[in-house]
């Protein structure tokens, strides 16, 4: 329809916003990783980085990260299949992206309320006689705060895969004898395996860097290196050093999605 002239004209917005808000702030992140409070050029800040203080709080963040994404992974994988089987579909999905609509600080305030010492679970807990302590400032409440607000995430990517799959497939691997364990192995995963590599993507990555509510929902009681960037950042002022985790984090998204990408897209699946 438009001349290659015409294209490349229409790609300038576009290469504008790149260079702009993508491109540019990530440079600037390098160099200010290579900088100190004074404005000096120096390696210590990738030498501290690598010390043991943050060696630990990476692999606490990656833990984590791990631990969240393995949760969103566990439930939505069957709720998948649940809600493409049913005929009640789109009532189902609308009401699992309704909650993306609302901010995540509204939603991590509400479980606040839900989780504090006088929230409604507490009560209900201390009606059951489990114990009427709060639920806040903990690992359990973290990750479960942050498996909901990643949930949607997770599940719609495995939505979009297992959907596609022809239900003639799998009744067919049936009819030849197969069982469950061998359709699932031979038929459903590779189906599905690029539903669940977007789904660990979009859930893992975020996860390594999340702050808010490791501050409201955990207490601070588990630090990581979003919490970590925040606080260089805000507090500390020392920006060369926050940049420095930044950079890391970029590098480790980066590889993420290099080693989950479809490496078969343009040649198929064999």
């Known amino acids: 329809m438009f001349d290659k002239k015409t294209r490349s004209f229409f790609l300038i917005p576009y290469v504008l916003w790149m260079l702009m808000f993508v491109v540019f702030p990530i440079l600037l992140i390098v160099y200010y990783s290579f900088h100190d409070t004074q404005g000096n050029?120096?390696?210590?800040?990738?030498v501290?980085?690598?010390?043991?203080?943050?060696?630990?709080?990476?692999?606490?963040?990656?833990?984590?990260?791990?631990?969240?994404?393995?949760?969103?992974?566990?439930?939505?994988?069957?709720l998948a299949f649940i809600i493409s089987r049913s005929k009640y579909k789109e009532i189902l999905l609308l009401l699992i992206i309704l909650p993306t609509w609302i901010n995540i600080l509204l939603k991590t305030y509400a479980f606040i309320g839900l989780f504090s010492k006088n929230g409604n679970i507490s009560n209900v807990l201390s009606y059951l006689g489990l114990g009427s302590e709060g639920l806040l400032f903990n690992?359990?409440?973290?990750?479960?705060?942050?498996?909901?607000?990643?949930?949607?995430f997770m599940?719609?990517?495995?939505?979009?895969?297992?959907a596609g799959?022809?239900?003639?497939?799998?009744?067919?691997s049936y009819d030849l004898g197969a069982?469950?364990?061998?359709?699932?192995?031979?038929?459903?995963?590779?189906?599905?395996?690029?539903?669940?590599?977007?789904?660990?993507?979009v859930t893992f990555i975020?996860?390594?860097?999340?702050?808010?509510?490791?501050?409201?929902?955990?207490g601070n009681k588990i630090i990581n290196l979003g919490t970590a960037i925040e606080e260089?950042?805000?507090?500390?002022?020392?920006?060369?050093?926050?940049?420095?985790?930044?950079?890391?984090?970029?590098?480790?998204?980066?590889?993420?999605?290099i080693l989950t990408s479809n490496k078969n897209k343009l040649g198929g699946t064999r």
């Open 41 to 46: 050029f120096t390696l210590n800040n990738y």
């Open 48 to 78: 501290e980085f690598f010390g043991k203080t943050y060696l630990w709080m990476t692999f606490y963040s990656f833990w984590y990260a791990l631990i969240i994404t393995l949760v969103c992974l566990v439930i939505s994988y069957p």
């Open 139 to 152: 690992s359990f409440s973290f990750v479960f705060v942050s498996a909901y607000i990643f949930m949607p």
């Open 155 to 162: 599940l719609l990517p495995i939505y979009n895969s297992v």
């Open 165 to 172: 799959i022809n239900k003639n497939l799998i009744d067919a």
């Open 179 to 201: 069982d469950f364990k061998t359709t699932f192995r031979k038929i459903i995963l590779p189906l599905s395996i690029e539903g669940v590599k977007t789904g660990v993507q």
């Open 206 to 218: 975020p996860a390594l860097s999340i702050f808010m509510i490791t501050r409201l929902i955990a």
């Open 232 to 257: 260089h950042f805000l507090v500390t002022q020392n920006v060369g050093l926050g940049s420095t985790i930044a950079v890391f984090l970029i590098l480790t998204m980066a590889l993420i999605m």
